[in-house]
Nanobody
Framework: QVQLVESGGGLVQAGGSLRLSCVAS???????MRWYRQTPGNQRDYVAQ???????RYADFVKGRFIISRDNGKNTVYLQMNSLKPEDSGVYYC????????????WGQGTQVTVSS
């Protein structure tokens, strides 16, 4: 099954933008891909989803500001984050659910995003 590696996190001021990347070790063209966010002391919260046919869904707290996309030729999923707020801070995790391999779910290691005021 695939392995996922996130990158692109960092420190940004409120109102700024970041683009996160999630690179898979193999094909994800048939997989449902998601981004989650975890803040200290809290569970991982759903952020965005993109299906194999590129249908997208977003959590209410990011709708209109974040865009999820995929490039299957590069085995990569992106999260473009705009108009960032301090409350967007946290560790962002990439998630993959395969329609093959018994419906295997894989998580990346996470990338830290810190938004300062």
């Amino acid at each position: 099954q695939v392995q996922l590696v996130e990158s692109g996190g960092g420190l940004v001021q409120a109102g700024g933008s970041l683009r996160l990347s999630c690179v898979a070790s193999g094909s994800i063209s048939s997989n449902v891909m998601r981004w989650y966010r975890q803040t200290p002391g809290n569970q991982r919260d759903y952020v965005a989803q993109i299906s194999s046919d590129r249908n997208t869904r977003y959590a209410d707290f990011v709708k209109g500001r974040f865009i999820i996309s995929r490039d299957n030729g590069k085995n990569t999923v992106y999260l473009q984050m705009n108009s960032l707020k301090p409350e967007d801070s946290g560790v962002y995790y990439c998630y993959s659910m395969s329609v093959h391999d018994g419906g295997a779910i894989v998580w990346g290691q996470g990338t830290q995003v810190t938004v300062s005021s």
